[in-house]
């Protein structure tokens, strides 16, 4: 166990449609980042919050959104669903310490979203 | 970020050892090299980090000379439950300290 949670295990829905993935970090991580996973993409980055502010962002469409809440925890918003959207969505997080000289992230088990 | 280069596959069998080596010739100065282990449908977990020479803990030994332009994950005897994608990345660690996992390579240990 990661430390890291995230809310539903799994979502199925259609098509046009809008879904929130939630995140909770493991305690006292300031960083989360989000990932998508699906079988033709392998593991791409999504975006990245430190501490409730936007710090990087990857291959993440216009479509989706995240935030990151004064607890800390953060929701990615997925809209106007496409057949290609569906594929695992990781959510990790990182220590406190900013600069620190580590790559360690601790990813939860994931969200799987099928998109019908 | 730099780009690797990982075998895509491996096979090998229980009690063996096993040694997955990346490619990465264009590492920066400032770039640590960190191999992330997956199950199917988990996310990735940290295995090891390094930046040059020999790193070891408990469950691998990482493996860098010293020009830095590939390293090398070493599982000592393996088990059926090492079954796993291994994924190398290189990258330095500011306040981005953004992930770029390549293909990596499916690991598949034989009884």
């Known amino acids: 166990d990661s430390g890291v949670t995230q809310t539903p295990k799994h979502l199925i829905t259609a098509t046009g449609q809008r879904v929130t993935l939630r995140c909770s970090p493991r305690s006292g991580d300031l960083s989360v980042y989000w990932y998508q996973q699906s079988l033709d993409q392998g593991l791409q980055f999504l975006i990245q919050?430190?501490?409730?502010?936007?710090?990087a962002k990857g291959n993440i469409l216009e479509r989706f959104s995240a935030q990151q809440f004064p607890d800390l925890h953060s929701e990615l918003n997925l809209s106007s669903l496409e057949l290609g959207d569906s594929a695992l969505y990781f959510c990790?997080?990182?220590?406190?310490?900013?600069?620190?000289?580590?790559?360690?992230?601790?990813f939860g088990p994931g969200t799987r979203l099928t998109v019908l | 970020l730099a780009k690797t280069t990982q075998p895509i596959s491996m096979d090998s069998y229980e009690g063996q050892e096993v040694n997955i080596t990346c490619s990465h010739n264009n590492i920066a100065t400032n770039d640590y090299i960190t191999w992330y282990q997956q199950f199917p449908s988990q996310g990735p977990r940290f295995i090891i980090q390094g930046y040059k020479t020999k790193v070891t803990n408990e469950v691998a030994s990482l493996f860098i000379p010293a020009d830095r332009k590939s390293s090398t994950l070493s599982l000592p005897r393996v088990s059926l439950s090492d079954t796993a994608v291994y994924y190398c990345l290189v990258g330095s660690t500011g306040s981005a300290r953004q992930l770029t996992f390549g293909s990596g390579t499916q690991l598949t240990v034989l009884p």
């Open positions: 990790a997080s990182s220590g406190s310490q900013e600069k620190s000289s580590y790559n360690e992230q601790f």
């Open positions: 919050y430190y501490n409730g502010e936007e710090r």
